[in-house]
């Protein structure tokens, strides 16, 4: 059975940097471009980042561009995200997933706060 | 980018009752790109449909979907008491994915 495993959020103050992981286990996780996907407290979806399958490309969305980093480690089975000047804006729930149909696994998801 | 647009915001129905949620894209959506899920509080969304109209694994017939180009929608043919949650739709035509703003589906 798939799993991902989020972890590394926490408080953060403004400005500071955080770095996400999200360890995979129970499928092929090299086979897959991977995602990052976050949830503000009462909102939303919010598609942030991904990465194709070797770690060559990526892509992210225009909020987070420039500050975020998507990273991956296939021999490790850990997808990252290294995220910068943080704002309240970025206080989320943050998810890993695979997003692609029919093989659609998610993690539980780990929340960062970004306030003094 | 494809702004997906769901409507309505809140749909307040009885178990038993018929659920019809839409999801109105920005642009055309190609190859059929278009999925929804389903999310309940503190958990991780779980993918319903897949492809615009196909069922992902384990989930029952009352859930269905069509649509094409611009306009798709989700219908539960009856609502059971575990289908009352929130369910967004998702376009992976083209980047950056987007998300619908979710529907809604309370106890009426």
């Known amino acids: 059975e798939a799993h991902l495993v989020e972890s590394g959020g926490g408080l953060v103050q403004p400005g500071g940097s955080l770095r996400l992981s999200c360890a995979a286990s129970?499928?092929?996780?090299?086979?897959?471009?991977m995602h990052w996907v976050r949830q503000a407290p009462g909102k939303g979806l919010v598609w942030v980042s991904e990465?194709?399958?070797?770690?060559?490309?990526?892509s992210y969305a225009e909020s987070v561009e420039g500050r975020f980093s998507i990273s991956r480690d296939n021999a490790k089975n850990t997808l990252y995200l290294h995220m910068n000047s943080l704002t309240g804006e970025d206080t989320a729930v943050y998810y890993c997933?695979?997003?692609?149909?029919?093989?659609?696994?998610w993690g539980q998801g780990t929340l960062v706060t970004v306030s003094s | 980018e494809i702004v997906l647009t769901q409507s309505p915001g809140t749909l307040s129905l009885s178990p038993g009752e018929r659920a019809t949620l839409s999801c109105r894209a920005s642009?055309?959506?190609?190859?059929?790109?278009l999925g929804w899920y389903q999310q309940k509080p503190g958990q991780a969304p779980r993918l319903l449909i897949y492809?615009?109209?196909s069922r992902a694994t384990g989930i029952p017939d009352r859930f269905s979907a069509s649509g094409s180009g611009t306009d798709f929608s989700l219908t539960i043919s009856r609502l059971e008491p575990e289908d009352f949650a929130v369910y967004y739709c998702?376009?992976?035509?083209?980047?950056?994915?987007?998300f619908g703003q979710g529907t809604k589906v309370e106890m009426k």
């Open positions: 642009q055309s959506v190609y190859n059929n790109y």
């Open positions: 129970g499928f092929t996780f090299g086979h897959y471009w």
């Open positions: 990465i194709d399958s070797g770690g060559s490309s990526t």
């Open positions: 492809g615009v109209s």
């Open positions: 998702q376009q992976y035509s083209s980047s950056p994915r987007t």
């Open positions: 997933a695979s997003l692609s149909a029919p093989v659609d696994y």
